[in-house]
């Protein structure tokens, strides 16, 4: 196999021919089931040569997403394209409205659940739809469970139950059952999401508690706005993942704050290193990884042999960026195509070790010893 990367590798990203298939449009299992899915929102227009026509899908947020996806359907017929509802980041559920149902001002029939989903399908164009759901605080499971109840009255198969948790959910162990039991009830495929100010899944505990939601549940479910995660969540049984392009796409943030990025001053993309299993800022590899030796080039179709820190908090520089993790997520998941659930699991497990492989590979390189992350750290926990 050719190396995506100088320096380092992790000999067990090799990937395969797709097969053909076309577009399930309208059956939620049928379109989830063996694709990996992005979340973008302006960069939609430039990331879809990068999406695999055939087992790829996008998540488009933002207002101006129905008239991109109109747009791009023409071009990519094969790939399924969901609009996020803006309740999942601008609402905040409560008991007696969990969804901020929203059908415009001229409807003439009744404002409900049923309707704002239909509109989402006949109107703008989503392959499914996505419950209007609002983010769910800490606790409040009388508004889950009204939100649950709601969900499994609907009668059709085109739908995602839109489920974002405020991240302190995984602190408390209660909670973190509870929340596998709204899975495990679900009659539809969940779009489990966390939400937080800084990165909702950023310590060992959270980690944990999240791997223990993928485990144990029975019912389909997503890993919906997240990192690297996505991966060892369908490791762990998850139907599918939703990978951000970028930082503000792998989490929700709560509304009113605006998904500003974790270091505002800090606009340098982050890129991902699949062959690490991380996001990395291209600040960080410029200041401490390559402040003394040769850069790692990537030879991904974005890169094309260039290095991979090069770029900069410019705009063009950021696009590129975020072209390239769609680029390398996409590599990633085609070398898991016709996997069964145990040989998903075991591909894991040989990833998380060269992962570990590549971080010494890079210190021998740079002559610098560097952290490993939180999420490898459990990962690694988890296959020894
Ligand atoms: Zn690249």
């Keep these: 196999?050719?190396?995506?990367?100088?320096?380092?590798?992790?000999?067990?990203?090799?990937?395969?021919?797709?097969?053909?298939r076309t577009l399930e449009t309208g059956d939620a299992l049928g379109v989830l089931t063996g694709r990996q899915f992005h979340v973008c929102g302006d960069i939609v227009l430039g990331a879809l040569p990068y999406v695999d026509p055939h087992a790829g899908g996008?998540?488009?947020?933002?207002?101006?997403?129905?008239?991109?996806?109109?747009?791009?359907?023409?071009?990519?017929?094969?790939?399924?394209?969901?609009?996020?509802?803006?309740?999942?980041s601008e609402y905040r559920a409560n008991e007696d409205a969990p969804f901020l149902i929203d059908i415009g001002d001229n409807e003439l029939f009744p404002a409900t659940l049923d309707a704002a989903l239909d509109k989402q399908r006949l109107d703008m164009g989503s392959d499914l739809a996505?419950?209007?759901?609002?983010?769910?605080?800490?606790?409040?499971?009388?508004?889950?469970?009204?939100?649950?109840?709601?969900?499994?009255?609907?009668?059709?198969?085109?739908?995602?139950?839109?489920?974002?948790?405020?991240?302190?959910?995984?602190?408390?162990?209660q909670n973190v059952k509870f929340i596998r039991s709204v899975i495990n009830r679900s009659n539809h495929p969940v779009l489990l999401s966390f939400v937080g100010t800084a990165n909702p899944m950023g310590g060992k505990k959270r980690i944990r508690a999240?791997?223990?939601?993928?485990?144990?549940?029975?019912?389909?479910?997503?890993?919906?706005?997240?990192?690297?995660?996505?991966?060892?969540?369908?490791?762990?049984?998850?139907?599918?993942?939703?990978?951000?392009?970028l930082p503000s796409a792998r989490r929700l943030t709560p509304p009113g704050?605006?998904?500003s990025p974790d270091d505002p001053t800090d606009l340098a993309p982050h890129e991902l290193i699949g062959?690490?299993?991380?996001?990395?800022?291209?600040?960080?590899?410029?200041?401490?990884?390559?402040?003394?030796?040769?850069?790692?080039?990537c030879f991904c179709v974005v890169c094309r042999g260039r290095s991979i820190d090069r770029f900069t908090h410019l705009e063009a520089d950021r696009r590129e960026g975020h072209l390239h993790t769609v680029a390398e997520l996409t590599r990633m998941h085609s070398s898991t195509i016709g996997m069964t659930q145990l040989e998903l699991k075991a591909h894991w497990g040989n990833l998380v070790r060269g992962a570990l492989d590549a971080y010494e590979q890079l210190e021998e390189h740079i002559g610098v010893q560097l952290g490993r992350p939180n999420d490898l750290q459990v990962w690694a926990e988890g296959i020894a």
């Design 1 to 20: 196999m050719t190396q995506r990367y100088s320096v380092i590798s992790n000999p067990h990203l090799e990937g395969i021919q797709v097969p053909e």
């Design 58 to 88: 996008v998540f488009v947020t933002g207002a101006y997403g129905p008239s991109r996806v109109q747009r791009l359907r023409r071009q990519f017929p094969t790939v399924p394209f969901m609009l996020e509802p803006r309740s999942l």
């Design 130 to 173: 996505i419950t209007p759901t609002g983010q769910f605080r800490t606790g409040d499971t009388d508004t889950v469970r009204k939100a649950l109840e709601e969900v499994n009255a609907l009668d059709r198969k085109d739908v995602l139950f839109a489920a974002a948790f405020e991240g302190g959910w995984l602190n408390d162990e």
């Design 210 to 245: 999240y791997r223990r939601i993928m485990e144990e549940s029975t019912r389909p479910v997503v890993a919906y706005r997240t990192d690297m995660a996505g991966f060892d969540a369908r490791a762990l049984g998850a139907i599918a993942s939703a990978i951000g392009a």
């Design 257 to 259: 704050s605006g998904g």
């Design 275 to 297: 062959d690490m299993l991380r996001f990395v800022r291209s600040k960080e590899m410029r200041r401490r990884w390559f402040a003394e030796a040769e850069p790692i080039l």
